[in-house]
Protein backbone atom coordinates (compact mmCIF):
# COMPACT_ATOMS: atom_id res chain seq x y z
CA UNK A 1 0.00 0.00 0.00
CA UNK A 2 1.19 3.37 -1.09
CA UNK A 3 0.95 5.86 1.97
CA UNK A 4 3.33 8.30 0.67
CA UNK A 5 0.43 10.88 0.61
CA UNK A 6 -0.30 10.12 4.19
CA UNK A 7 3.03 11.94 4.90
CA UNK A 8 2.69 14.93 2.63
CA UNK A 9 1.57 17.67 4.72
CA UNK A 10 3.15 16.37 8.10
CA UNK A 11 5.55 19.06 10.13
CA UNK A 12 7.16 18.31 13.11
CA UNK A 13 6.41 20.39 16.17
CA UNK A 14 8.07 23.26 16.40
CA UNK A 15 10.50 23.61 19.81
CA UNK A 16 9.55 25.69 22.24
CA UNK A 17 12.63 28.19 23.40
CA UNK A 18 13.77 27.98 27.23
CA UNK A 19 13.02 31.92 28.13
CA UNK A 20 13.64 31.52 31.78
CA UNK A 21 12.02 30.56 35.06
CA UNK A 22 10.71 32.29 38.54
CA UNK A 23 14.88 32.51 39.42
CA UNK A 24 15.91 34.46 36.64
CA UNK A 25 15.06 35.72 32.50
CA UNK A 26 17.92 35.09 31.13
CA UNK A 27 20.60 32.70 31.31
CA UNK A 28 24.47 32.65 30.47
CA UNK A 29 26.30 28.89 29.72
CA UNK A 30 28.08 29.32 32.94
CA UNK A 31 24.35 28.50 34.83
CA UNK A 32 24.66 25.23 33.48
CA UNK A 33 26.62 22.38 33.92
CA UNK A 34 28.74 21.40 31.57
CA UNK A 35 28.64 18.12 29.47
CA UNK A 36 31.28 15.24 30.13
CA UNK A 37 34.70 16.13 28.62
CA UNK A 38 34.39 19.69 28.21
CA UNK A 39 36.78 22.04 29.03
CA UNK A 40 36.89 25.76 29.41
CA UNK A 41 39.82 24.87 26.18
CA UNK A 42 36.41 24.86 23.87
CA UNK A 43 36.03 28.29 24.75
CA UNK A 44 39.19 29.40 22.17
CA UNK A 45 36.57 28.87 19.27
CA UNK A 46 35.29 32.72 19.38
CA UNK A 47 39.14 33.23 19.10
CA UNK A 48 39.74 31.27 15.67
CA UNK A 49 40.32 33.89 12.70
CA UNK A 50 38.39 32.63 9.15
CA UNK A 51 41.43 31.55 7.33
CA UNK A 52 42.14 28.71 10.50
CA UNK A 53 39.71 26.14 8.51
CA UNK A 54 41.89 22.93 9.53
CA UNK A 55 42.00 24.54 13.36
CA UNK A 56 37.98 24.98 13.16
CA UNK A 57 37.90 21.71 11.96
CA UNK A 58 39.71 19.71 14.66
CA UNK A 59 38.19 21.58 17.19
CA UNK A 60 34.81 20.58 15.57
CA UNK A 61 35.84 16.92 15.71
CA UNK A 62 37.24 17.11 19.32
CA UNK A 63 33.37 18.22 20.39
CA UNK A 64 32.36 15.05 18.92
CA UNK A 65 32.11 13.18 22.31
CA UNK A 66 28.43 12.61 22.35
CA UNK A 67 27.18 9.05 21.95
CA UNK A 68 24.26 8.45 18.89
CA UNK A 69 23.51 5.35 17.74
CA UNK A 70 22.89 4.80 13.76
CA UNK A 71 19.28 5.68 13.02
CA UNK A 72 17.60 2.59 10.85
CA UNK A 73 15.55 4.03 8.29
CA UNK A 74 11.52 4.47 8.76
CA UNK A 75 9.37 2.41 7.50
CA UNK A 76 5.97 3.88 5.87
CA UNK A 77 4.19 0.61 5.46
CA UNK A 78 1.41 1.91 7.98
CA UNK A 79 -1.47 -0.42 8.06
CA UNK A 80 -4.78 2.68 8.18
CA UNK A 81 -6.65 0.25 10.78
CA UNK A 82 -3.90 1.32 13.17
CA UNK A 83 -4.29 5.39 11.96
CA UNK A 84 -7.83 4.89 12.37
CA UNK A 85 -7.89 3.85 15.83
CA UNK A 86 -5.97 6.62 16.95
CA UNK A 87 -8.33 9.04 15.97
CA UNK A 88 -10.93 8.33 18.92
CA UNK A 89 -8.19 8.52 21.50
CA UNK A 90 -7.53 11.80 20.29
CA UNK A 91 -11.00 13.14 20.64
CA UNK A 92 -11.15 11.79 24.37
CA UNK A 93 -7.94 13.75 24.69
CA UNK A 94 -9.20 16.68 23.78
CA UNK A 95 -12.36 16.14 25.78
CA UNK A 96 -10.53 15.45 29.04
CA UNK A 97 -8.15 18.61 28.32
CA UNK A 98 -10.87 20.96 27.52
CA UNK A 99 -11.59 22.04 31.17
CA UNK A 100 -7.96 22.45 32.59
CA UNK A 101 -8.41 26.05 30.32
CA UNK A 102 -11.07 27.37 32.72
CA UNK A 103 -11.13 28.40 35.92
CA UNK A 104 -11.64 26.10 38.24
CA UNK A 105 -14.03 26.06 41.34
CA UNK A 106 -12.35 26.06 44.15
CA UNK A 107 -12.95 24.61 47.95
CA UNK A 108 -10.73 26.32 50.61
CA UNK A 109 -9.52 24.45 53.76
CA UNK A 110 -11.62 24.68 56.53
CA UNK A 111 -9.42 25.70 59.16
CA UNK A 112 -8.48 29.30 58.63
CA UNK A 113 -4.96 28.57 60.62
CA UNK A 114 -3.70 26.47 57.48
CA UNK A 115 -0.83 28.34 56.18
CA UNK A 116 -0.69 31.41 58.71
CA UNK A 117 2.12 32.95 59.91
CA UNK A 118 3.10 31.78 63.73
CA UNK A 119 3.25 34.62 66.09
CA UNK A 120 6.08 32.27 68.02
CA UNK A 121 8.74 32.56 64.91
CA UNK A 122 11.70 34.26 66.43
CA UNK A 123 13.79 35.59 63.51
CA UNK A 124 12.16 37.13 60.27
CA UNK A 125 13.07 35.55 57.21
CA UNK A 126 15.58 38.85 56.16
CA UNK A 127 17.42 39.15 59.11
CA UNK A 128 17.77 35.41 58.96
CA UNK A 129 19.17 35.34 55.03
CA UNK A 130 20.99 38.57 56.22
CA UNK A 131 22.81 36.42 59.13
CA UNK A 132 23.83 33.52 56.25
CA UNK A 133 26.20 36.07 54.48
CA UNK A 134 30.13 35.99 54.67
CA UNK A 135 30.02 39.74 55.77
CA UNK A 136 26.56 40.64 57.75
CA UNK A 137 27.45 43.99 58.17
CA UNK A 138 28.06 44.90 54.69
CA UNK A 139 24.61 46.09 53.37
CA UNK A 140 25.72 45.01 49.30
CA UNK A 141 27.44 41.38 50.67
CA UNK A 142 28.36 39.01 49.23
CA UNK A 143 30.00 42.24 47.17
CA UNK A 144 32.22 44.61 48.26
CA UNK A 145 30.60 47.91 47.53
CA UNK A 146 27.57 49.57 45.50
CA UNK A 147 29.22 49.99 42.55
CA UNK A 148 30.86 45.87 42.95
CA UNK A 149 26.88 45.14 43.23
CA UNK A 150 25.57 47.48 41.09
CA UNK A 151 27.97 46.31 37.63
CA UNK A 152 27.10 43.17 38.83
CA UNK A 153 23.50 43.66 38.41
CA UNK A 154 23.79 45.26 35.11
CA UNK A 155 25.96 42.32 33.90
CA UNK A 156 23.35 39.82 34.68
CA UNK A 157 20.20 41.95 33.88
CA UNK A 158 21.13 44.47 31.42
CA UNK A 159 24.38 43.72 30.13
CA UNK A 160 25.85 42.36 26.69
CA UNK A 161 27.06 38.44 26.58
CA UNK A 162 29.42 36.81 29.46
CA UNK A 163 32.27 36.96 26.43
CA UNK A 164 31.54 40.99 25.79
CA UNK A 165 31.34 41.45 29.98
CA UNK A 166 34.70 39.45 30.09
CA UNK A 167 36.50 41.54 27.59
CA UNK A 168 35.39 44.96 29.16
CA UNK A 169 36.89 44.22 32.09
CA UNK A 170 39.75 43.10 30.55
CA UNK A 171 40.04 46.84 29.45
CA UNK A 172 43.48 47.95 31.34
CA UNK A 173 43.02 49.83 34.65
CA UNK A 174 39.02 49.61 34.49
CA UNK A 175 39.08 46.80 37.45
CA UNK A 176 41.19 48.74 39.78
CA UNK A 177 39.14 51.80 38.32
CA UNK A 178 35.98 50.95 40.15
CA UNK A 179 37.46 48.46 42.93
CA UNK A 180 35.69 45.03 41.75
CA UNK A 181 35.83 42.23 43.86
CA UNK A 182 35.44 40.47 40.04
CA UNK A 183 37.59 40.21 36.88
CA UNK A 184 35.36 38.50 34.68
CA UNK A 185 31.51 37.20 33.93
CA UNK A 186 32.63 33.76 35.41
CA UNK A 187 33.79 35.02 39.24
CA UNK A 188 30.23 37.11 38.76
CA UNK A 189 28.58 33.86 38.64
CA UNK A 190 30.96 32.23 41.34
CA UNK A 191 30.05 34.48 43.81
CA UNK A 192 26.80 34.44 43.19
CA UNK A 193 25.92 30.67 42.53
CA UNK A 194 28.45 30.30 46.07
CA UNK A 195 28.00 32.99 48.31
CA UNK A 196 24.32 34.01 47.93
CA UNK A 197 22.23 32.28 50.53
CA UNK A 198 19.07 30.18 49.73
CA UNK A 199 20.97 29.13 45.86
CA UNK A 200 18.15 28.45 43.24
CA UNK A 201 18.73 24.58 42.64
CA UNK A 202 21.45 23.61 39.75
CA UNK A 203 21.12 22.63 36.43
CA UNK A 204 22.11 19.11 36.01
CA UNK A 205 23.34 17.94 32.58
CA UNK A 206 22.57 13.72 31.69
CA UNK A 207 22.39 12.45 27.52
CA UNK A 208 19.61 9.94 27.38
CA UNK A 209 18.93 7.80 24.33
CA UNK A 210 15.26 7.98 22.40
CA UNK A 211 14.54 6.09 19.34
CA UNK A 212 18.56 5.39 19.07
CA UNK A 213 19.38 9.08 18.81
CA UNK A 214 20.78 10.98 21.70
CA UNK A 215 20.25 14.28 23.47
CA UNK A 216 22.22 16.18 25.95
CA UNK A 217 19.01 16.92 28.45
CA UNK A 218 19.15 19.79 31.25
CA UNK A 219 17.11 19.90 34.66
CA UNK A 220 16.52 20.76 37.94
CA UNK A 221 15.77 18.82 41.26
CA UNK A 222 12.03 19.66 41.69
CA UNK A 223 12.32 19.36 45.82
CA UNK A 224 14.98 22.07 45.66
CA UNK A 225 13.20 24.54 43.50
CA UNK A 226 10.38 24.25 46.06
CA UNK A 227 12.76 25.15 48.93
CA UNK A 228 14.28 27.74 47.45
CA UNK A 229 11.18 29.43 46.21
CA UNK A 230 9.38 29.13 49.68
CA UNK A 231 13.04 29.98 51.79
CA UNK A 232 12.73 33.56 49.67
CA UNK A 233 11.03 36.46 51.60
CA UNK A 234 11.03 38.08 48.05
CA UNK A 235 7.94 35.17 46.91
CA UNK A 236 6.07 35.39 49.84
CA UNK A 237 3.12 37.56 48.29
CA UNK A 238 2.68 35.39 45.77
CA UNK A 239 2.56 32.24 46.85
CA UNK A 240 0.06 29.67 48.49
CA UNK A 241 0.47 28.52 51.82
CA UNK A 242 -2.72 26.49 52.64
CA UNK A 243 -4.52 23.45 50.34
CA UNK A 244 -6.79 23.84 48.00
CA UNK A 245 -8.94 21.36 46.06
CA UNK A 246 -9.86 22.50 42.93
CA UNK A 247 -12.16 20.60 40.24
CA UNK A 248 -13.61 21.53 36.90
CA UNK A 249 -17.07 21.62 37.35
CA UNK A 250 -19.70 23.60 39.80
CA UNK A 251 -21.07 20.19 41.10
CA UNK A 252 -17.32 19.75 42.19
CA UNK A 253 -17.67 16.14 41.21
CA UNK A 254 -14.40 16.06 38.98
CA UNK A 255 -10.86 17.25 41.09
CA UNK A 256 -7.88 18.46 39.28
CA UNK A 257 -4.51 17.35 40.87
CA UNK A 258 -2.31 20.22 38.52
CA UNK A 259 -0.56 22.20 41.60
CA UNK A 260 1.75 21.92 44.64
CA UNK A 261 -1.72 22.69 46.68
CA UNK A 262 -4.14 20.91 44.82
CA UNK A 263 -3.20 17.58 46.48
CA UNK A 264 -5.01 14.84 48.36
Known amino acids: MDTDDDYSDFEPPALTKFTGDYFQSNYDEEDFESPPGFSEKDDEYDEFEDGDGDIVAAHDAELEHGWEFPADPISL ?17 QQAEAPLGQCPTIKEFPRRGAGAPLHCAGTMAFKSYKDKLPDSENMWAPFTSRIDYEVAKWAKLRGAGSTAFSDLLAIDGLHDALGLSYQNSQEVNRIINQKLPCRRAQFKHEEIIVANEGFDVYSRDIMECVKALYSDPNFSQDLIYAPEHHYTDPDKTIQMYHDLHTGK
Do not use: I, K, M, N
Open 77 to 93: DVDSADLEDTEPRHTER
